[in-house]
């Protein structure tokens, strides 16, 4: 059974920084894309960012772009994602997320989904 366990959330300060992990389980990955989303209260989720484990081919949204950075330590099956100058409206939940296969922006595309992760950056 698939299991991905997000850590690293918390409270920071608007500038201040972040890095979550999400550990997976229960398979190999080597074929498939793990994938950042989060969700603030009131909105759809939204992707933040996706890395191959395969290749290390990874993707973001313009919204993430130069300020969050996604990686991974195959050895480790862990997946990690460095929040950088962070802003009050990053506040959300964050979630891990795997498919099998390509790396893609949407939420629906996944398969494996983690509990969720609270990062809340205050101004």
């Known amino acids: 059974q698939v299991q991905l366990v997000e850590s690293g959330g918390g409270l920071v300060q608007a500038g201040g920084s972040l890095r979550l992990s999400c550990a997976a389980s229960g398979r190999t990955f080597s074929s498939y894309a793990m994938g950042w989303f989060r969700q603030a209260p009131g909105k759809e989720r939204e992707f933040v960012a996706a890395?191959?484990?395969?290749?290390?081919?990874?993707s973001y949204p313009g919204s993430a772009k130069g300020r969050f950075t996604i990686s991974r330590d195959n050895a480790k099956n862990t997946v990690y994602l460095q929040m950088d100058s962070l802003r009050p409206e990053d506040t959300a939940v964050y979630y891990c997320a795997a498919r099998n296969g390509v790396v893609l922006p949407t939420p629906g595309r996944y398969e494996y989904w983690g509990q969720g992760t609270q990062v809340t950056v205050s101004s």
């Open positions: 890395i191959s484990w395969s290749t290390g081919t990874t």
